[in-house]
């Protein structure tokens, strides 16, 4: 399965993992995605250069579309640099955070943060549609954080009245786990609303939680965690293998998937779901 592969990090004592995994998906011809974490120029240009089959670019924390008014310029600028960086590299597939930093539920204030948003999304969309270049579209994937699911729900309907075709989902199946409130079922019906009624794209962060920490553990560890195979969050009726499969994998076969997690671990970690998820 050619559309399932890694997320690696620009950060050097990872530097022998890393480049250990980039060989892994040239061999095997599997996605790369670059997260932007240290903002190291090396380390950068040596992934882009090497990694035959890097597609997607995460952007760094300075690219958050931060709700504050007056810091966003200065945010804008960084989003527009980094995507024409990448792009200038053939990379037009971007994730993007959003960072709210106040976030109340209440209706009235939800709806001005949805407002506000909106107003620098379509920015983010008009200037993503210049960057196009050779027949290639430039995307932007919004991952899922610490928002609650029926937050998404809103954001989206008014990304899709407004026909902001570049603005798609990552969705993040650990921080669906400790972030939010809902059901992986809920989280489910949703995505296949977008899909199906949105035509939105999705791109997909794998890695695994046992608790209420980020731990970002792979698919060995998690074993070991002894969580692999009975999650209660995930599903009462369902083992994760079963999920990750049938409702991700086998669901979404034009989507991406990659393996978010430590690089010391993310080969053997995909060997195994290679047997238990993917099936090859």
Same mark, same amino acid.
């Given at each position: 399965?050619?559309?399932?592969?890694?997320?690696?990090?620009?950060?050097?004592?990872?530097?022998?993992?890393?480049?250990?995994?980039?060989?892994?998906?040239?061999?095997?011809?599997? +996605?790369?995605e =670059?997260?932007?974490?240290?903002?190291?120029?090396?380390?950068?240009?040596?992934i882009?250069?090497?990694g035959?089959? /890097?597609?997607?670019?995460?952007?760094?924390?300075?690219?958050?579309?931060?709700?504050?008014?007056?810091?966003?310029?200065?945010?804008?600028?960084?989003?527009?640099?980094?995507? !024409?960086?990448?792009?200038?590299?053939?990379?037009?597939? &971007?994730? /993007?955070?959003?960072?709210?930093e106040?976030?109340?539920?209440?209706? %009235?204030?939800?709806?001005?943060?949805?407002?506000?948003?909106?107003?620098? *999304?379509? !920015?983010?969309?008009?200037?993503?549609?210049?960057?196009?270049?050779?027949?290639?579209k430039?995307?932007?994937?919004?991952?899922? *954080?610490?928002? +609650?699911?029926?937050?998404?729900?809103? =954001?989206f309907?008014?990304?899709?009245?407004?026909? *902001?075709?570049?603005?798609? &989902?990552?969705?993040?199946?650990?921080?669906?786990?400790?972030?939010?409130?809902?059901?992986?079922?809920?989280? *489910?019906?949703?995505?296949?609303?977008?899909?199906n009624?949105?035509?939105?794209?999705?791109h &997909?962060?794998?890695?695994?939680?046992?608790?209420?920490?980020d731990?970002? /553990?792979?698919?060995?560890?998690?074993?070991?965690?002894?969580?692999?195979?009975?999650?209660?969050?995930?599903s009462? =009726?369902? %083992?994760?293998?079963?999920?990750?499969?049938?409702? =991700?994998?086998?669901v979404?076969?034009?989507?991406?998937?990659?393996?978010?997690?430590? +690089?010391?671990?993310?080969?053997?970690?995909?060997?195994?779901?290679?047997?238990?998820?993917?099936?090859?």
């Amino acid at each position: 399965m050619n559309n399932f592969g890694f997320k690696v990090i620009d950060v050097k004592k990872f530097d022998k993992e890393i480049f250990e995994i980039i060989e892994y998906s040239n061999n095997n011809k599997l +996605p790369i995605e =670059l997260a932007i974490y240290k903002e190291d120029k090396e380390m950068y240009e040596r992934i882009i250069k090497e990694g035959k089959y /890097l597609n997607t670019i995460h952007l760094s924390r300075k690219c958050n579309v931060h709700l504050k008014n007056k810091t966003f310029e200065e945010h804008k600028g960084n989003i527009f640099n980094e995507i !024409e960086r990448g792009v200038s590299y053939g990379i037009y597939r &971007f994730v /993007l955070h959003m960072n709210i930093e106040k976030f109340n539920m209440k209706k %009235n204030e939800r709806k001005d943060i949805i407002k506000v948003l909106l107003e620098r *999304l379509s !920015e983010i969309n008009e200037f993503s549609k210049k960057m196009d270049k050779n027949d290639k579209k430039v995307e932007i994937f919004i991952e899922n *954080l610490f928002e +609650p699911l029926y937050f998404y729900k809103e =954001l989206f309907e008014e990304i899709n009245e407004l026909e *902001l075709d570049r603005i798609n &989902f990552c969705f993040d199946i650990g921080h669906a786990k400790i972030w939010s409130k809902d059901t992986l079922e809920n989280w *489910l019906l949703f995505l296949k609303i977008m899909k199906n009624d949105y035509k939105k794209n999705f791109h &997909f962060h794998i890695h695994f939680n046992a608790g209420l920490k980020d731990q970002h /553990l792979s698919f060995e560890e998690s074993i070991n965690e002894g969580i692999t195979e009975k999650d209660e969050y995930f599903s009462k =009726l369902k %083992n994760i293998s079963d999920i990750i499969k049938y409702d =991700l994998i086998d669901v979404y076969k034009d989507d991406t998937f990659v393996m978010e997690q430590n +690089p010391k671990y993310q080969i053997s970690g995909y060997e195994i779901m290679k047997k238990k998820v993917i099936n090859e």
